[in-house]
């Protein structure tokens, strides 16, 4: 079976069923899929195969609320994407970045974060994202919006630690003088 073939509605509707044959096969034609996918995002391993496996657990709990009309492929990455950033987040992740960024620096001084959501009546904030290198955005994505840890950034993108931290300042820094 190809994927995003018309037997992939099928097979769907037979897991909604109940048809353990049937999740079978569709554990066997994607789980493959997903995990090379899910890899390009994450460079550990044990935590991909984690991923998957909640991944098709979900499906299997919840395989009537795929849509028929809908891509299976894109239905499994939405929900494999979702399990990897819970999973790399952790409980309290934003908690301790806080944290970490409140002892960092002094209480009467402004955040990088801070800085930039004062500048963006002054400044192009879409402008200067842009302009930053996609390793530096990745970086911005995974720690500030995504709120991993630096641990948690560098298992997802695949990239020493201390290079979260250097790439992280680098964008910050970027940001300041592009909307000041």
């Known amino acids: 079976m190809k994927r995003g073939s018309p037997g992939d509605a099928e097979l769907m509707r037979a897991v909604a069923d109940g048809d353990r044959r049937a999740f079978e096969e569709l554990y066997r034609h994607y789980a493959p899929w997903l995990v090379l996918?899910?890899?390009?995002?994450?460079?550990?391993?044990?935590l991909v195969d984690d991923v998957v496996q909640e991944t098709f657990l979900d499906v299997w709990r919840g395989a009537a609320r795929y849509h028929r009309e809908g891509d299976v492929a894109g239905w499994l990455w939405r929900?494999?994407?979702?399990?990897?950033?819970?999973?790399l987040r952790g409980d309290g992740a934003r908690g301790r970045l806080r944290q970490?960024?409140?002892?960092?620096?002094?209480?009467?001084e402004a955040s990088a974060e801070e800085q930039v959501l004062a500048?963006?009546?002054?400044?192009?904030?879409?402008?200067?994202?842009?302009?930053l290198s996609p390793e530096l955005r990745a970086v911005l994505q995974a720690t500030v919006i995504d709120g991993l840890t630096t641990r948690?950034?560098?298992?997802?993108?695949g990239i020493p630690p201390g290079t979260v931290k250097t790439r992280a300042m680098r964008a910050r820094r970027q940001l300041r003088e592009g909307l000041a």
């Open 37 to 46: 996918r899910l890899r390009g995002r994450c460079a550990d391993p044990v």
């Open 79 to 87: 929900i494999g994407s979702r399990r990897l950033v819970d999973a």
């Open 100 to 108: 970490a960024l409140s002892r960092l620096r002094h209480r009467d």
């Open 119 to 131: 500048r963006v009546r002054h400044g192009d904030l879409a402008g200067s994202l842009a302009a």
């Open 152 to 157: 948690e950034a560098a298992v997802l993108l």
